[in-house]
């Protein structure tokens, strides 16, 4: 049975920072969906992309133009640019119509999934949960194993946010191996979650045979799932991939049920010695191919990016994306900047991405505290979201986003005012924020103490320097300065 639609975090009303958050006139990123925003009619077989360039501005633009503060004409101009995604199928009824692009904000996705050997479907619903809650504009359910198709139309009924997917994971449970994949077959899953809602798919269509070679220097070879998948699949049977082959065929499947396709990076580098080299070129240049084919035949598209890039490769990798695939939004796992911390990847990651994000990443995917070790759990979905939300945040106050501006400035306002209430209910986690003061200075007479137990109240420079008179204080320093020099 569906559970009733999720709302995210920041407008529930047990969640005292959900409007303290925004600026009073700064963009709702997160407002509750109402019908009366409306959706694109199914039956219209038209997408955003169509819809756009023939200068229509449907309630799906309307609807992302008040989220993001902008006017509704500058949305329908970049959808139809290709430089912005609506990711809104018309069959997911839950959603709220969001964008991924160079003039909206920053965005983060979250992954979530079932694996063969661990989790259900009452978890990873649990889990959607926990990411709308921390903040998640995007969710992709990456689950593999038996029970694919009843968690991911249990996620689709439950989520407000749009929902991907990597089809070919559906595709591998139902065949014995690898190799018995088929063209049909992963056309037949691409086209049953299109049916059934799913906003975007990652699909693989970049790695192409002439560039497994490449790899074979690398250190971490392979790292994307599906990516590896197909590699065996075309070494196997010493053919082209069958998602490139059959191009044309998913880009009609994606076209009737306005699926999103995210060009998946198959050949990602999975370690800082791999990053940026020949096979990871080869397939952006594939992917900007594609990309142009998805907007001929009037597909949006959005393009995935590395993996693990040192800190002096991020700028150039972006500027590669952008040049390559015709400014299509970016969307970046991380990307990680080092190597060196399993168990702390959610930092070394959210490090590259707010970098990345600075330079005009639109999409921001997570990485946990577990990339690399196992399967995340809820704990780990929180470090995650909150690292991104943070990564995200610091990118968009670097593209001089005002709201984001606004947001810092009224939380810095209220810790210079020891208003220590407010500064809890405007940070991105009240509680932990609280709980961290409450830790040493528990009492409530402690929430307008013009200190904390960091300095203590005869050292706290904020307390010293209030309510100073600056005008006597530059009257002296004239003062001091006329002495000085009369002295000399
Ligand atoms: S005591 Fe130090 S850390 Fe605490 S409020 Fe004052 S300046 Fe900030």
Redesign the pocket.
Same mark, same amino acid.
């Given at each position: 049975m569906s559970e009733q639609p999720l709302v995210p975090a920041r407008t529930r009303e047990a969640i005292p920072s959900t409007d303290a958050h925004r600026p009073a006139d700064g963009p709702d990123l997160h407002g509750p969906r109402t019908n009366a925003h409306g959706r694109t009619p199914a039956a219209r077989g038209e997408t955003q992309s169509t819809l756009a360039r023939a200068g229509e501005v449907t309630p799906e633009m309307v609807r992302v133009a008040e989220r993001e503060g902008l006017p509704a004409e500058t949305i329908r101009d970049e959808v139809a640019r290709g430089r912005m995604v609506i990711p809104a199928n018309p069959a997911h009824s839950a959603l709220d119509p969001m964008a991924i692009g160079l003039k909206s904000r920053v965005k983060i996705n979250a992954n979530i999934g079932s694996s063969p050997t661990t989790s259900g479907t009452n978890e990873e619903v649990g889990k959607l949960r926990d990411s709308l809650h921390w903040g998640a504009d995007t969710v992709m359910d990456l689950s593999t194993g038996k029970r694919i198709t009843e968690t991911r139309r249990a996620i689709l009924d439950a989520s407000t946010v749009p929902i991907g997917t990597v089809p070919i994971y559906q595709a591998l449970e139902s065949v014995k191996r690898i190799e018995d994949l088929s063209g049909d077959g992963l056309l037949e899953v691409i086209e049953q979650q299109a049916r059934e809602g799913v906003d975007y798919m990652t699909i693989h269509a970049g790695v192409r045979i002439r560039h497994l070679p490449l790899v074979r220097e690398r250190v971490t070879g392979i790292v994307s799932r599906g990516g590896g998948v197909l590699a065996k699949w075309m070494i196997e049977h010493a053919r082209e991939n069958p998602l490139y082959t059959r191009f044309d065929d998913v880009l009609e499947i994606c076209r009737a049920h306005d699926v999103t396709i995210s060009l998946g990076d198959g050949l990602r580098p999975g370690s800082i010695a791999d990053a940026t080299d020949r096979a990871q070129l080869a397939e952006l240049r594939t992917l900007g191919e594609l990309t142009k084919r998805c907007w001929d035949a009037g597909v949006q598209v959005m393009v995935e990016g590395p993996g693990h890039i040192p800190l002096d490769g991020l700028q150039e990798n972006v500027r590669l994306q952008q040049e390559l695939c015709g400014e299509a939004p970016f969307y970046t796992l991380g990307p990680l900047v080092t190597d060196i911390a399993p168990g702390y990847d959610h930092i070394t990651s959210a490090i590259g991405a707010a970098i990345v994000g600075w330079h005009g990443t639109s999409m921001l995917c997570y990485v946990t505290p577990k990339e690399h070790l196992g399967l995340p759990n809820a704990e780990d979905v929180k470090q995650g979201l909150i690292a991104y939300r943070i990564a995200a945040h610091a990118a968009d106050l670097a593209r001089g986003n005002a709201a984001a501006h606004a947001q810092d400035r009224a939380i810095s306002e209220a810790?210079f005012a020891?208003d220590w209430r407010e500064q809890f209910a405007r940070s991105l986690d009240p509680q932990t924020a609280q709980a961290m003061h409450d830790e040493t200075l528990p009492n409530d007479h402690f929430k307008q103490a013009?200190? $904390?137990?960091? $300095?203590? *109240?005869k050292? $706290? *420079?904020?307390?010293n320097v209030r309510g100073v008179d600056w005008d006597r204080v530059e009257a002296a320093a004239d003062a001091n300065d006329h002495a000085v020099g009369a002295a000399g």
């Amino acid at each position: 049975m569906s559970e009733q639609p999720l709302v995210p975090a920041r407008t529930r009303e047990a969640i005292p920072s959900t409007d303290a958050h925004r600026p009073a006139d700064g963009p709702d990123l997160h407002g509750p969906r109402t019908n009366a925003h409306g959706r694109t009619p199914a039956a219209r077989g038209e997408t955003q992309s169509t819809l756009a360039r023939a200068g229509e501005v449907t309630p799906e633009m309307v609807r992302v133009a008040e989220r993001e503060g902008l006017p509704a004409e500058t949305i329908r101009d970049e959808v139809a640019r290709g430089r912005m995604v609506i990711p809104a199928n018309p069959a997911h009824s839950a959603l709220d119509p969001m964008a991924i692009g160079l003039k909206s904000r920053v965005k983060i996705n979250a992954n979530i999934g079932s694996s063969p050997t661990t989790s259900g479907t009452n978890e990873e619903v649990g889990k959607l949960r926990d990411s709308l809650h921390w903040g998640a504009d995007t969710v992709m359910d990456l689950s593999t194993g038996k029970r694919i198709t009843e968690t991911r139309r249990a996620i689709l009924d439950a989520s407000t946010v749009p929902i991907g997917t990597v089809p070919i994971y559906q595709a591998l449970e139902s065949v014995k191996r690898i190799e018995d994949l088929s063209g049909d077959g992963l056309l037949e899953v691409i086209e049953q979650q299109a049916r059934e809602g799913v906003d975007y798919m990652t699909i693989h269509a970049g790695v192409r045979i002439r560039h497994l070679p490449l790899v074979r220097e690398r250190v971490t070879g392979i790292v994307s799932r599906g990516g590896g998948v197909l590699a065996k699949w075309m070494i196997e049977h010493a053919r082209e991939n069958p998602l490139y082959t059959r191009f044309d065929d998913v880009l009609e499947i994606c076209r009737a049920h306005d699926v999103t396709i995210s060009l998946g990076d198959g050949l990602r580098p999975g370690s800082i010695a791999d990053a940026t080299d020949r096979a990871q070129l080869a397939e952006l240049r594939t992917l900007g191919e594609l990309t142009k084919r998805c907007w001929d035949a009037g597909v949006q598209v959005m393009v995935e990016g590395p993996g693990h890039i040192p800190l002096d490769g991020l700028q150039e990798n972006v500027r590669l994306q952008q040049e390559l695939c015709g400014e299509a939004p970016f969307y970046t796992l991380g990307p990680l900047v080092t190597d060196i911390a399993p168990g702390y990847d959610h930092i070394t990651s959210a490090i590259g991405a707010a970098i990345v994000g600075w330079h005009g990443t639109s999409m921001l995917c997570y990485v946990t505290p577990k990339e690399h070790l196992g399967l995340p759990n809820a704990e780990d979905v929180k470090q995650g979201l909150i690292a991104y939300r943070i990564a995200a945040h610091a990118a968009d106050l670097a593209r001089g986003n005002a709201a984001a501006h606004a947001q810092d400035r009224a939380i810095s306002e209220a810790r210079f005012a020891f208003d220590w209430r407010e500064q809890f209910a405007r940070s991105l986690d009240p509680q932990t924020a609280q709980a961290m003061h409450d830790e040493t200075l528990p009492n409530d007479h402690f929430k307008q103490a013009e200190f $904390c137990s960091m $300095c203590g *109240p005869k050292y $706290c *420079p904020m307390h010293n320097v209030r309510g100073v008179d600056w005008d006597r204080v530059e009257a002296a320093a004239d003062a001091n300065d006329h002495a000085v020099g009369a002295a000399g």
